[in-house]
């Protein structure tokens, strides 16, 4: 048998053939539950973040089926694109077909091809509160799960609502938050009737509204947040030149006051005239006489004698050499540097033996004298 590196022998694994085992997530778990007896189904335009996304988590889960891009349905289409608003009206188109939505961002719309999507029944949702992580407590932005609860409950089907919620974290706040206003809406029978019940709910927030900015009094209450943040607001240069104009005159009316009053009370009050004069000079003289400028004098002539400085006299004027003076003076200079010469040690080969010639000169004329 020809063995090949494909084959991977020899490499100390081992394969055995039982398959290995596969663990099963939470969304394959609840993928097995019962089909749910309301119909769902969306356009997915992948706008909003997987993790996030309450569309794609109903499709992972089997209770939202997926519709592309130029599929149209017979059913209720949720769409911000519609011009009807939804009522009890249409509980049996909705129990017939199942209802709609588009997964997309809010805040690309203008992307999403509306032409190509939607279908003949397309309705608006009416005033609801928003009880998502992305868009908690702002109305009319809501997510995909949530726009087919409030279809579900408008249209009489509460634990249709309930149902499709369940998964959520946040579907029983949703709940909590419109209670008042779906109940409001079920009772409903037509557009009509659901208009009005959100005319009378938007008139009494307003009128709460404007209750919390009265005080008991019956006076506004002050609102230094309501221009904005006071820290970035604008300065309105033209108050501020008031203001600061202003402010110098108060300064210099509250000068002359003072100046006033200083004219009336200060008996030490020093006059114009030479008086002056006299008064620093006899200061100064009092300073002088004081422990820190002890041995000082006021002028140079109490100075003693040895505090004065010494006189320098001024150099004397330079005369011009005659060619004889400069000769004689050039000379006395060669006999100091032959001086200087002769006093120096001669270290090199040639002055040694000069030195010793002369030694042998001086004997030899010696001893001839002698003979």
């Known amino acids: 048998m020809v063995r090949h590196k494909k084959d991977n022998f020899g490499r100390g694994r081992k394969y055995t053939s039982t398959p290995r ?15 749910p007896a309301f119909k769902a189904a969306g356009w997915d335009f992948n706008h909003c973040d997987p993790k996030r ?4 988590r109903l499709i992972r889960l089997g209770l939202m089926r997926e519709l592309h891009v130029g599929q149209k349905h017979p059913g209720v289409v949720i769409s911000p694109n519609a011009k009807t608003i939804l009522s009890p009206a249409d509980k049996d188109l909705l129990e017939q077909h199942g209802a709609a939505v588009v997964e997309c961002s809010w805040a690309r719309l203008k992307e999403v091809p509306f032409a190509r999507i939607g279908g003949r029944c397309e309705r608006l949702l009416p005033y609801l509160v928003a009880a998502n992580t992305v868009n908690y407590g702002r ?4 997510n995909c799960v949530e726009a087919l609860a409030a279809c579900f409950y408008i249209c009489g089907h509460a634990e249709w609502a309930e149902e499709i919620l369940g998964p959520f974290a946040y579907g029983e706040a949703f709940l909590q938050i419109n209670s008042s206003l779906l109940k409001r809406y079920a009772a409903c029978e037509d557009e009509e009737g659901i208009k009005k019940a959100e005319e009378v709910w938007l008139e009494k927030l307003e009128r709460e509204h404007a209750q919390s900015r009265v005080d008991e009094a019956g006076d506004p209450i002050k609102d230094d947040w309501k221009g904005g943040n006071v820290n970035r607001r604008a300065v309105d240069t033209d108050e501020e030149e008031e203001e600061n104009s202003n402010d110098e005159g108060k300064a210099s009316a509250d000068a ?16 114009d005239d030479t008086d002056d004069e006299e008064e620093m000079a006899e200061l100064r003289r009092k300073v002088l006489q004081s422990k820190p400028f002890a041995g000082t004098a006021d002028t140079a002539s109490d100075m003693p ?7 320098i006299a001024p150099p004397a004027p330079m005369t011009s050499r005659t060619v004889g003076e400069s000769e004689d003076e050039e000379g006395e200079d060669d006999d100091d540097f032959d001086k200087i010469m002769n006093a120096t040690p001669a270290t090199d080969r040639s002055g040694i033996r000069a030195k010793q010639k002369l030694k042998e000169q001086t004997r030899i004329g010696g001893v001839s004298l002698r003979g």
């Open 21 to 35: 085992r596969r663990d099963v997530d939470n969304a394959d778990a609840e993928s097995t539950r019962p089909a």
């Open 305 to 311: 004698a040895k505090a004065r400085l010494e006189k």
């Open 53 to 56: 996304c309450s569309g794609k």
């Open 256 to 271: 002359d006051d003072h100046a006033e009053d200083d004219e009336e009370k200060d008996p030490y009050e020093l006059s």
């Open 139 to 142: 109305p009319w932005r809501l």
